[in-house]
Structures are given as C-alpha cells and as structure tokens.
C-alpha cells in the first residue's frame, strides 16, 4: 500500500513536538549523503570496470570498499523512508478499524518497532566498539571498518527518534481522533493513489 509524506501542522509540530523540524533535517541530510554516496559509488565502479577491460589495471581494494560502504546507502535513509510512509506494511487490519481503534493499533506496532530498534542499537552499538578496540579491518586491503558500523547505529538512533515522534502523534489522536493528523505517516486510499499516479504520469515523473 502506498503513502503519501505526513501531514505538516508547523504550530502543532512546535507545540506537541518540537523536536520533529529538527529531526527532519538531520534526516534529509542523511539522506542526502547516502545518495552522494550512491552516485559516487557508480562512478568509482565505473572507473573499475574501465581500468579493468581497458588498462587491465583494476581498482585495489575495489571488493573491500564495496562491502564496507553497504550500510551507508543501506540504512542511513531508513528514517526519511518512514517519515514518508515509504515502508512495506501490511495494514490490511488496520485499514478496517476507525477512530481510536485505528490510531491505537497504530500506536501498537509503533511501539513493538521502537522496541526492536532499540534492540538493534544496543547490539549494533557493541559490534561497533568491538570492531573500534580490536582495530578490526578488511582482509584484502585493511580498510577500517568501524565506520561502517558505526553508520548502523547512528542510523538506528535516528530512526528510533522518528518512531518516538510517531507515537507521540497516535496518542495525540487517540486522544482526539479529530485532530489533522501531524507527523504521522497517511494512508492514501486506492482513489488518491490512481490520482497520484496520472498525476505523476502527466508530469513526467
């Protein structure tokens, strides 16, 4: 099921959590260096590929670099993508309830995601300080590879602040079911999302 980004209420985001404007710029530039880094990595295996078939001179290192670089694209992005709704759901159930039920299920797996991501801070974290203090390295070339793992739990935190602000927002609609949805991700229903897509079609999107 598609979404469509949350709701923006600048007044209530500044009065029931001001933490969100800030959030969401840290995250839009975590997004926006895992995307240079993306680019980049084409252009370094482009270059790659060109040394190899043309010079016969590959790029030492090239494997090593590659691996290490995963979870840079891989998850500092993770908490832009749930800002935007743009992670799978299956909300087939919760689609169905309205009012309290709905934004209290909601508020439900909000809080089992913020407990896993804790988890996986608490233990990405350590995996990180163990790869620091042991000097940990890759095998062909020995590139560090503490700030790959680090990136996993800088990732992580950011993310777990986005599931915080999430939930603030169901227990502000639990509260008053009412209120225009503000930082919470929006289900578009079939009919706004066959707009969205002529839309996106006519312009060339």
Partial sequence: MSLHPEAVDVHAIRCFMPGSTADWRVENGFTLFAAFFIFGLMRFGMGQVLGRQLLNMPISGYIDFVEISMSSFAFLAIAYCQRVGGHVRMDLFVNKAKGRLHWGMEAFGTLVAIFLIAVLIWYGWDHFMRAWESGDSTIDTQIPVWPSKLAVPLAFGLLLIRL??????????????????????????????????????ASGK
Wanted: charged share 20%.
């Fill in 164 to 201: 915080l602000v999430n939930f603030a927002g169901y227990l502000r609609l639990i509260g008053n079911p009412a209120l225009p949805p503000v930082a919470v991700p929006r289900i578009l229903t079939v009919e706004e999302i066959a707009a969205k897509e002529i839309e996106d079609s």
